[in-house]
């Protein structure tokens, strides 16, 4: 199975809450875009309403996202699931 990094970023409606750490994306790893997207709306946005999807990053080469906030809090990109933000695996 090849997995591959994908990352997210999304338009919130103003005023709208969003789950801690995507109003700067979320990253994942799956087979294609579909299952990706599909992980980040079950456990991410579980039960949330689900914004707009802005951009997608495939293949996305981890050391060219956020150094402050995204590196230093992101769990294992090449392993299946969620990986930014922590604590949707």
């Known amino acids: ?3 591959r990094r994908f990352w997210f970023e999304f338009e919130f409606a103003v005023g ?3 789950p801690l750490g995507t ?4 990253g994942v790893t799956a087979q294609d875009v ?3 997207r599909q992980l980040v709306f ?3 946005f579980k039960g949330l309403a689900k914004p707009r999807i802005a951009r997608v990053l495939e293949d996305v080469d981890v ?3 956020d150094a402050s906030h995204v590196l230093p ?3 294992n ?3 299946r699931g969620v990986w930014f933000p922590l604590g949707y695996v």
């Open 1 to 3: 199975m090849t997995l």
């Open 63 to 65: 050391s060219s996202l």
């Open 16 to 18: 709208a809450s969003a």
């Open 73 to 75: 809090n992101m769990g």
């Open 34 to 36: 579909d299952e990706a």
């Open 77 to 79: 990109a090449l392993v």
């Open 42 to 44: 079950e456990r991410v």
């Open 23 to 26: 109003r700067l994306g979320c």
